[in-house]
């Protein structure tokens, strides 16, 4: 068969191999690479994220991490609204970016069986949210300040209150990880991961900013912070890089 002339008049795609023809295909640098005589093996490249993440991946409620149910009962502890934008490494507002955080209890303690400390778990608190950015690249949950813990088998050196976060987002490859921080905590100045970040500017951009307190939108008792993130660029947030 493969013998027997093409009667339509249109070569056999095998009489291109020693050509390369397939080297001319436009955009398809990987067989510059290789032709059907070659047997080798190509990693699958990485694409961008998208198309983008739908609505209803976000339910009612998510944004609250303390409560359990929509108008629930409450966790304990000072209540506080986070909110901030997600941008770009030009400045400009990231739309639709998938945004998750958790966070210990109020007694610094994660619901969670990795957490095998003393400290008692909150029936009230979820400890966990997420949400999408909007049109302007905002973003905002409900929560409770978090606690201090040890941090076991490092000498039990206590890490400061703070919310982990991942993001999702346009051109982002890989899940991008960080921490919040709050301001005037002593334990700041001590912790190893925080002070890690050897550039100052970086490190600072960890620390949530105090907003006034009307801000908050809610009773004069909730405590209001803000927490830009910047994905790329020199600005960029200080992040871990999941694996």
Not at 8 to 37: A, M, N
Not at 41 to 70: N, W
Not at 188 to 195: A, E, F, K, S, V
Request: aromatic share 10%; charged share 25%; with cysteine.
């Amino acid at each position: 068969m493969g013998d027997e002339p093409n009667k339509g008049g249109i070569p056999h795609p095998s009489v291109f191999v020693e050509k390369r023809r397939l080297e001319l295909i436009k955009g398809y640098v990987v067989h510059e690479s290789r032709t059907p005589s070659k047997q080798v093996r190509v990693v699958t490249p990485s694409q961008t994220v998208g198309p983008f993440f739908p609505a209803a991946l976000v339910g009612p409620g998510e944004d609250d991490l303390a409560c359990k149910v929509p108008g629930g009962a409450r966790a304990l502890g000072t209540p506080i609204v986070v909110s901030g934008q997600v941008f770009d490494e030009a400045g400009k507002p990231v739309r639709g970016a998938l945004v998750e955080v958790w966070q210990a209890n109020k007694w610094g303690k994660y619901e969670h069986p990795v957490d095998q400390t003393p400290e008692p778990i909150d029936p009230n608190f979820k400890g966990y949210g997420r949400m999408l950015t909007d049109a302007e690249g905002r973003y905002r949950f409900r929560s409770i300040k978090p606690g201090a813990y040890p941090n076991p088998g490092y000498d039990n050196w206590m890490r400061p209150p703070h919310i982990h976060y991942s993001i999702f987002g346009a051109g982002v490859m890989q899940r991008l990880i960080t921490q919040v921080y709050f301001p005037r905590e002593a334990l700041n100045d001590i912790d190893p991961i925080l002070n890690g970040v050897e550039d100052l500017d970086a490190r600072a951009s960890l620390i949530a900013r105090e907003l006034p307190a009307q801000h908050a939108g809610f009773d004069a008792e909730t405590l209001a912070f803000g927490f830009d993130i910047v994905l790329r660029g020199s600005g960029e947030t200080p992040f871990f890089v999941d694996p």
